[in-house]
């Protein structure tokens, strides 16, 4: 499984970015997709997921209202929508794919990983 991450960048405080990640369909538009990150000297944690249809998703207490998780039916396209952002969402953010139809919000779940995509918030 391949996933290319991108979207990410340098933004101010109370700005918004939007990252995107592509699998490959025939792997993944049948499970769970989701967003974790990792900030530096931090272990990576859980951001946000989407079931395998985008009909359900769920977020980290300190990222909802903020950011918003979508991904195309059947395709392996997800999204992370990040508004008001703030610096502590300073962090290498990457993409996932679960191993189940349903969300993938532990490390444990994850199927595959993408490379990661640096976010950078200023104050």
């Known amino acids: 499984v391949q996933l290319q991450a991108s979207g990410g960048g340098l933004v101010q405080a109370g700005g918004s970015l939007r990252l995107s990640c592509a699998a490959s369909r025939r792997t993944s538009s049948n499970n769970g997709m989701g967003w974790f990150r990792q900030a530096p000297g931090e272990e990576r944690e859980f951001v946000a997921s989407?079931?395998?249809?985008?009909?359900?998703?769920v977020y980290s207490d300190s990222v909802k209202g903020r950011f918003t998780i979508s991904r195309e039916y059947g395709q392996g396209t997800v999204y992370l929508q990040m508004n008001n952002l703030k610096p502590e969402d300073t962090a290498v953010y990457y993409c996932a794919v679960a191993r189940s139809a349903s969300y993938v919000t532990t490390r444990t779940q994850v199927r595959a990983w993408g490379q990661g995509t640096l976010v950078t918030v200023s104050s």
């Open positions: 989407i079931n395998w249809n985008g009909g359900s998703s």
